[in-house]
């Protein structure tokens, strides 16, 4: 009966990371909501695992290695993000300047 | 057989002349090359003259889908003809084209290797690869002198082309898939679809300048330099023909319509180029009609040839009226040229050009003693065994026509402005009394090739002087009575039926680009117009909407329609993939 | 021996871009590029086998696999990168950290196209994706940067689903080898349902219409060597996934006489075909117009699918000689020819200085060698005569015969329609003399951009139009 839940609430985590994917409204949600979409997946593989006494090995070695995948992509997406910030900023700055000298 | 190696050569050098032509110091006698490229097919051709029986073959199996070349009479006439024409225009692409030569030279060398490649071509990949290589560069050669007009007549001339391409290749794909073969010999005994036939026919048909087909003819020609119309009637419309003759499968079609089906359409084609040739103005216009009609009696050749008994000898008879209509059409292009140039010419100079203009024409109207009538003399009774259907009244219409225009054509002339020096006025005409020369001699052997015929091929000549001449008689009369009475024919816009074309094309266009714009306006307005239709019941779409217009440029409603889109998708999919078994199984693994 | 190529062709690239982000000089790249090309052509001589790394056997281990599809896309990679890579070295407005990005994009490719283990594919997928979107992001400013996040964004999203189905696959039957999965293969909804969100995922990586809205801003926005490189091998990665999911793993379920799913890709594809087309037909800059040009040919190459999953469930012969050699050819025509096009969209542009394709009427026609590469380019994707795209469309139509589907026929065939429609568009600037029309003048001085750079662009789209001498060799002798 765990398994149920616990395989259902992953798909049900991966379907929040798409929801929310679609709704958000920041470039941050965004990229946390795609993690929420892995961190679904990883779920599900972790609940596989379990399926066996003792647990499967297999499912973990892959989620350990989605992990690092998966933070290495945040990685990215955040340095991403800080160049948007700082060019968005760097715009304001010069529509200022012209402003200014008009 | 030293002749071999020229099958490839043969189109081959002219690709890589044109290749050469990067070079900027190979531009400058860029005039020169184009007569250089045509060595080796004149090379071949030449071999090929005393081979007996003539039946060379050639395989390059590492080509494309593998290719395969044949020299057989047939298509030794047809490179002679290809060959004379050729020559002709490229001793006089260095009078009469004055400007962008460079350009120029390639897609004429280009056009001329595609050419080159068809005539020998024994499989329709190479047929295909010919024919489209000449059609397509042949465009550069079309628009050549950018004028709106040009231009304009460039771009009718490439949307036929591409469409008559692809319905081609599609004909050409399935007969291949069909008959499980790629050579023209097998396909010309196998039994088809109706519809792949009809695509090959149709794609072929819009070159050789069928009725309805044919607007591109009359853009075409007046706008392109001489020497490429020369090209455009002498070599390339013929193909059509040809190419129906070498991809249908004659021998099957004899048991069905097909064959009457084209001597009527052959008729009506003769009638149709006339009728609105008549009322054109341009003398080069009125050509590209005559060429119009005189496809016609080619039409109407394969017609009762597919009906004979030996169709082989029949096409031979139908490959002299090529060859004669080939070489006259191509003189009486040029000569407009250097008609063009009369007044820069001493004075018995332009004497002699307009004799040779009224050799040709007379030519044309098949006057007894003439190869126009020696061939079509030998047609009707090639024809009379079989073509019984139209005959008589019908071919003697057709000569009538003939006649009519050329008497037409001849009237224009005169009014042909020579002060001005418009698009193809030749910049040194007159100035180079060889190529003038080279005229003269493609009138010659138009008049005379016949008697050589008549003697290789051991056939007689009776000149039909009745029913050569009162055509003749009565087209003389007819326009001097119109001339007499200063009748004011009806004028008809180059084209005939492109108005009706054109007019039917705003008419489409104009409701697309409504549609376009207004799909335009909704999508800027939808969600605005969603929440006033659906009240409430929208308000949550609308409101991640309104919520995201302030957050900027980052739109949000295009993130909702991709994430809905993969959902919707996967679940299609998911579902389909299953619907061959039992959905209950989704639970098998939680068990 | 070759087993040491094998891991050569992705560790030899890997450890030169390496060194590269340590050591900036664009020299460092230079034995990764050439031993590149190098094991990418050496590839096509060795006998197809199948490697367990390290020596652990499957279903523990990973194990790579190289067979007749990986080993053209192998050589593909070698030679348009190589090319590509020529063309960088010339641009001297690259930033250094290209070469290392470029270097990690090659062996993600090549390891992506060895591998035989579904995770390992997620994985290499994921390595290519980052490495692709830091490319994007090497230009410079704020539109730059908005078009490599979304792309990102995208990417994710596809790997995630992806690996949602990998997750799926090994709760199924708990092996992730892909010759023991097919094995074990069983038509059943966990497998479906694994088969439709993977197939959503290499979707987005591959720009499948309705998943493609990242691609044009991303393609367009980014370096020209960049853009050339994306569309012309990046993309395919997708594709090259879709093959083996829909034809090779998931075959005796897509294979099953009365599926319909096909026809999903199909319709997908047609879509794509016309929505492309129309983008490239009206947009007003020219990078914009390639990438849309792209989108559309992509839909080619996923109809071309669609059509090959329908011929295996009417024979049960699975994926032929036959069929697997006319998709990589169709690939090979489309990569050659779109890596040519936006190289020498990319120099015109940079000598114009403009983007807009109104305002690149002097450039281009300063420009003969990259007008004549983009005709060239055009040529091929229309599938004209003489050329690799139109041996591509040939078979393509043959295809499309032997399966009686008439309607995909005559999409196709509209197709190369809209493609010379859009290619016209840039080309009739280019050829015409200004006789008649306004005179151009340039809105700005040319910039003074080396011409070898048009002559790189130019070898790419002569390759993919001579391409088509040795379509004999590729078809029938090695059929």
Known sequence: MNEVVYLYGALGVVLIGFYGLARAGH???????????????????????????PADAVPQALVLTGIVVAISTLALGLALIRRLAVEARQAEKRSDQEALHD | ????????????????????????????????????????????????????????????????????????????????????????????????????????????????????????????????????????????????????????????????????ELVLFVGVVARAAETGTLRLADWQALPGTDWVLLCLWLGLAIKAGVPLL??????????????????????????????????LPGQVLVETHWPQAMLWLGLLTMLYGAVFGVMQTDPKTLLAYSSISQMGWLIWGLGWVWQMGAPEVGMLWLSAFALHHALVKSGLFLSVGWLKAQSQMPGWQRTATWLGVGLLALALAGVPLSSGDWVKTALKVQAAGVAHQVSGVGLWLGALATALLMGRFLMVL???????????????????????????????????????????????YAPSWLSGLTPLFVAVLLLWVWHRLRLRGPAVAPGDVLVWYEWLWHLLARPLHQGHLRWHHWQQSWPRRLQTWYGRVACWFSRWHTRSAKAGRNAQSEWAWLMGAMMALVLILAWLLMSPFALDRLTFWVG | MTEWGLAA???????????????????????????????????????PQS??????????????????????????????????????????????????????????????????????????????????????????????????????????????????????????????????????MQGDGITALALAVMTLGLMAKAAVFPLHGWLPQAHAKAQTVVSAVLSALVIKAGLYGLLRLWLDLFAPLTSQPDSQAGWVLALLGTVAIFWGGYQAFRTPA??????WSTVAQVGVLVLALALMVEATTRDSDGLTETLWRGWVWLVAAHALAKAGWFLAAGTVQKRAGETRLAGLGVALQRSPLSVFAMALAVVSLAGLPLSMGFLGKWWLLSLAWELQAWLWLAVSLLGSLLTLAYGWRVLNLGLSTGHGAEPLTPQAPLQTVPTRLDAVALILSALSVLGALGGYWYWEAGA
């Open chain 1, 27 to 53: 470039v941050l949600q965004q990229l946390l909501a795609v993690n929420v979409m892995g961190a679904g997946v990883f779920m599900l593989l972790l609940a596989l695992a379990t399926r066996h006494t």
């Open chain 2, 1 to 164: 057989m030293s002749g071999m190696h020229l099958f490839s050569t043969l189109w081959i050098w002219p690709l890589l002349l044109a290749a050469l032509l990067a070079l900027p110091a190979v531009r400058k006698g860029s005039g020169s090359l184009l007569v250089i490229a045509l060595l080796p097919g004149w090379s071949l051709w030449g071999l090929a003259w005393t081979a007996t029986p003539l039946d060379w073959h050639q395989a390059w199996s590492f080509w494309l889908l593998g290719a395969h070349w044949r020299l057989d009479a047939l298509s030794h006439a047809w490179l002679g003809l290809t060959l004379a024409v050729w020559t002709l225009a490229a001793l006089h692409s260095e009078v009469m084209v004055a400007c962008n030569r460079a350009r120029y030279a390639v897609f004429f060398l280009l056009s001329l290797s595609g050419s080159l490649l068809w005539v020998l071509a024994g499989d329709a990949v190479s047929f295909y690869l010919g024919f489209s290589l000449m059609s397509i560069s042949a465009w550069g050669l079309v628009m050549h002198e950018g004028t709106p007009k040009a231009l304009r007549a460039g771009r009718w001339y490439l949307v036929l082309a591409l469409i008559g």
């Open chain 2, 214 to 247: 044919h607007v591109w003819l009359p853009l075409a020609h007046p706008a392109a330099p001489v020497p490429a119309s020369a090209v455009l009637s002498g070599v390339m419309i013929k193909a059509g023909v040809i190419g129906w003759w070498l991809l």
């Open chain 2, 414 to 460: 005169r009014t042909l402005d020579t002060l001005r020096p418009v698009q193809d006025a030749p910049d040194r005409a007159g100035l180079n009394p060889w190529v003038w020369l080279s005229w003269w001699l493609g009138i010659a052997t138009a008049w005379g090739w016949f008697v050589w015929q008549i003697q290789a091929w051991g056939v007689g």
């Open chain 3, 9 to 47: 062709l992705v560790v030899w690239p890997l450890l030169w871009g390496a060194l590269t982000l340590v050591m900036p000089v664009r020299w460092a790249a230079l034995p990764g590029v050439l031993g590149g090309v190098f094991f990418g052509t050496w590839v096509l001589t060795w006998a």
């Open chain 3, 51 to 184: 490697v367990a790394l390290g020596g652990w056997l499957p279903p523990l281990g990973l194990s790579w696999r190289l067979d007749g599809v990986s080993q053209f896309m192998i050589a593909l990679v070698a030679w348009v990168g190589g090319l590509s890579s020529l063309y960088a070295w010339w641009d001297r407005s690259l930033p250094s950290a290209f070469w290392g990005l470029w270097l990690g994009v090659w062996a993600a490719m090549n390891a992506l196209l060895l591998t035989a283990d579904v995770f390992h594919f997620y994985v290499t997928l994921e390595l290519l994706s980052v490495a692709a979107v830091a490319l994007v992001a090497l230009t410079p400013g704020p539109a730059a940067t908005r078009a490599a996040f979304r792309y990102l964004l995208v990417s994710l999203t596809g790997s995630m689903l992806f690996l949602l189905g990998v997750a799926l696959l090994y709760g199924r039957y708990g092996v992730l080898d892909m010759l023991l999965l097919r094995d074990a």
């Open chain 3, 286 to 291: 020219l990078k914009p117009l390639v990438a």
